[in-house]
């Protein structure tokens, strides 16, 4: 397999990770050849780009040769392989690093100026370069992200040796190369043309993909993280309204899972994509959630959603749109148990998954239009949902996906919740129920 160019490459890698699409992604570039690499992957799965900067110490007598690499927050990697085999002292070593750390701090300030690194932590980074060789710039650069708190790191490039996964360890969660061949010299070697990319293209790539993430969002839309005040405690969400939005969904997260869950961003990316906001935050706190008690109580969770939603309505970002909820699991019975009070006023609920028996007698008090999203190979929580509905006495619907078991991870049917949840939020999202 040989690539045109890195721009061809970038885009048949998007390809092959077009499984993160509508998941809390930040693409991570190695400048300066990764970055036209992780430009094309981030178009292809509407993330944000950043650069993640590594620079390799090449061997004195032979730069291209790696012997390590060092990174931002002070990530050191050596190979001790090349080290030995090569006989660089400890002088030369610190010589070469001493320069290459302060070529380091000038593209920092080149490529980003005055603006901060993409936040990574929570979220799943996919670090990109147009290779791997000896993979010491690789691992830096996943383990700069880690120790930034990224969720889950996956390591994606074009071409790498038949040992990469080796060679990288355990440093990324994910390895994925489109090409390992027995034959591996150097990274060049696939590429047609492998013109040496500088730094004026790496600030335009950069630029280029901010311009196309802000439209993507809209010049005039909310998208950053908060803290919601939910009685005595505080909890992190992340608020995003599109401009010219006609309402924001709240989404309550089933057991086990947060405002990071791949499953409801994917949702929350369609709604954006379809005028409508979101409010993904955490029902619990760190020291609340190690009391797995805590994780089913409906009638806690029910209450922070209550909070979250008193709070969201004096933001200024949401005034005067109505509110729905999309809860998942638990976190549907949660939004039945919460609609069932008084002065609630969602102007819709969605169940995906749900457990809205959990709700028990309140069900009959919930007046919210309320669509429940159950997946046809999952016949436990069909019954249960069928029975639930025979309670509910406001305007309701039940939609069953076929084939999609309680996760709808069999592919395709998650996008038929998004394509569910989508319509039944835009048809009853009107003024009239602010």
Known sequence: MHFRNRLEAGRRLGERLEYLRGQDVVVLGLPRGG??????????????????????????????????????????????????????????????????LRVLHDRAARYRGAAPAVSVAGRTAVVVDDGVATGSTARAACRIARARGAARIVLAVPVAPRDFTRRLGDDADELISLHTPWDFAAVGQFYADFAQVDDDEVT???????????????????????????????LC???????????????????????????????????????????????????????????????????????????????????????????????AAAALWAAADPGARPAAVVSRGGRPDLAGPRLAAVTAPTLLVVGGADPLVLDLNREAQAHLRCENRLAVVPGATHLFEEHGTLEQVTELARDWFTDHMAPAHV
């Open 35 to 100: 970055v036209p690499v992780a430009a094309e992957v981030a178009e292809a799965l509407g993330a944000p780009l950043d650069v993640c900067l590594v620079r390799k110490l090449g061997v004195p007598y032979q730069p291209e040769l790696g012997m390590g690499a060092i990174g931002e927050d002070g990530v050191r990697v050596i190979n001790q392989e090349v080290l030995r085999g090569t006989g660089v002292s400890d002088a030369d070593l610190a010589g070469v690093e001493e320069r290459e």
């Open 204 to 234: 335009a790539c950069l630029r280029r993909a901010a311009s196309r993430h802000r439209h993507t969002v809209g010049a005039g839309s909310t998208d950053r993280e908060v803290t919601v005040t939910a009685g005595a405690v505080r």
């Open 237 to 331: 969400g992340r608020l995003t309204v599109p401009e010219g939005a006609t309402g924001v969904v709240v989404f309550a997260h089933g057991s086990g899972s947060s405002r990071h869950s791949p499953r409801n961003r994917f949702v929350a990316e369609g709604l954006h994509r379809a005028g409508l906001g979101t409010l993904l935050f955490d029902l619990l706190t760190d020291a609340e959630e190690a009391d797995r008690g805590n994780v089913f109580d409906i009638a806690l969770l029910a209450g922070r959603l209550l909070d979250a939603t008193r709070w969201l309505r004096e933001e200024p970002d949401v005034e005067g749109l109505a509110v729905g909820w999309f809860g998942a699991s638990t976190g």
